[in-house]
Structures are given as structure tokens and as C-alpha cells.
Nanobody, 114 residues
Framework: QVQFVESGGGVVQPGGSLKLTCATSGFTFRNYEMNWYRQAPGQERELVARIAPSGTVRFYADSVKGRFTATRNHADSTAYLQMNDLKPEDTAVYYC???????WGQGTQVTVSS
């Protein structure tokens, strides 16, 4: 079955960096857009980035433009989200999912705090 396993989160000070990893299985990775979402406490889940099968990034949320970079590796069916210059407002649980999927992974917690 389709699975998404996010990892790489943690606690970081403002201005720090983290790289999130999304390991996938159960579908043909190279055929699907991959999306990164985040959900902060008490807020709705929001789309952060969308990367096409070609590797072209089709969308970044305005709040992360210039700081986050989405990439993908077809060889190991993995998506990545490099996050630089992190801010407290980036604190959230981060999820990945292919476009159209109905399942979610467990997410990875990112906490930005001094």
C-alpha cells in the first residue's frame, strides 16, 4: 500500500536549518507530484511546497519562499525539504504526500525556538 514516512525534524534555534526526508513506497514515485504540508497547533494543514516529477518546483508558500527548497530523488523514491533560516512560525508537524493520495504519514515535528 501507499506509504509516506517523514523524518528529519527536531528542535532548532531561529536561523537554523533542517532537512526533512520523505521515504515513499507503494506507488510509482517518478510519476507523481510530491507535496509537503505542515500543520501548526490549532491551525489547518497548509501546503508548503509542490514538486513535479521532473524536479521543477511548482509551488512554494509565500511564507517559505527563498528559505525552503524541495527536491526529489527517483533512484530511492525519496523527497526532501531543505529548510534554512528557520523562524518560530515554521514550528509545525510536516507531512509529505503525493498528489491525489488519501493516506498520510505520521509526520515529523519541527520546533523552532530559542
Amino acid at each position: 500500500q501507499v506509504q509516506f514516512v517523514e523524518s528529519g525534524g527536531g528542535v532548532v534555534q531561529p536561523g537554523g536549518s533542517l532537512k526533512l526526508t520523505c521515504a515513499t513506497s507503494g506507488f510509482t514515485f517518478r510519476n507523481y507530484e510530491m507535496n509537503w504540508y505542515r500543520q501548526a497547533p490549532g491551525q489547518e494543514r497548509e501546503l508548503v511546497a509542490r514538486i513535479a516529477p521532473s524536479g521543477t518546483v511548482r509551488f512554494y508558500a509565500d511564507s517559505v519562499k527563498g528559505r525552503f527548497t524541495a527536491t526529489r530523488n527517483h533512484a530511492d523514491s525519496t523527497a526532501y525539504l531543505q529548510m534554512n533560516d528557520l523562524k518560530p512560525e515554521d514550528t509545525a508537524v510536516y507531512y509529505c504526500q503525493h498528489a491525489g493520495a488519501s493516506t498520510w504519514g505520521q509526520g515529523t515535528q519541527v520546533t523552532v525556538s530559542s
